[in-house]
């Protein structure tokens, strides 16, 4: 009988375990001033868990930004690490504090970086390591206390998307064309 209730009290921690994830999904915004592009990334976790680490452009032991940002900003209270490994490029890594992280169900924007990477180029692969896409990132359920850390994490991948006004520019341009197809 004690081995039973044993053996079951294993199971439903193993379900109970299996049951806590850490998921999100992410986009980024841009404007553009000259060569200079200002990113601003949206994460919204989509998991069970909170997640206390945004960490951008990056896997374990890779970096996949091409070009340094010349400045970043973090969400209130949140802190920023830039990490570069030889013969790579540069990740971004976002951390809160137990009480800023996001719960579950909830989206935070303000991890901004600026950098000359264009969004084509964020948008696409990464010239380094096996070439995945430059927006590889992970997120992870609390602060990243290193590879061994505790909680769960999982990777996903961010891309650009176009401003308003790109969107706006494109829907003007497709109301002139059917227009002038039905004048013609």
Do not use: K
Request: glycine letters at 10%.
């Amino acid at each position: 009988m004690t081995r039973s209730v044993l053996t079951l009290t294993a199971l439903f921690a193993l379900a109970a375990a299996s049951l806590a994830q850490t998921n999100a999904e992410g986009f980024i915004t841009y404007t553009q001033n000259n060569s200079l592009f200002t990113y601003d990334i949206t994460l919204h976790n989509t998991g069970t868990t909170n997640i206390g680490t945004l960490w951008y452009a990056w896997v374990p032991g890779q970096d996949y930004l091409p070009v340094p940002p010349s400045s970043t900003s973090n969400p209130s209270g949140w802190t920023f690490t830039q990490t570069t490994s030889l013969g790579f490029g540069t990740g971004l890594r976002w951390t809160a504090p137990g009480a800023l992280e996001i719960a579950p169900g909830d989206t935070m924007s303000g991890f901004e970086f600026t950098t000359t990477t264009t969004p084509a180029e964020l948008a696409g692969l990464s010239i380094f390591g096996a070439h995945p896409p430059v927006g590889t990132s992970f997120v992870y359920e609390h602060a990243f206390s290193g590879l061994n850390s505790s909680g769960g994490f999982t990777s996903i991948v961010i891309n650009p998307v176009p401003e308003p006004a790109t969107f706006a520019a494109l829907g003007l341009g497709a109301f002139c064309l059917v227009r002038r197809r039905r004048r013609g």
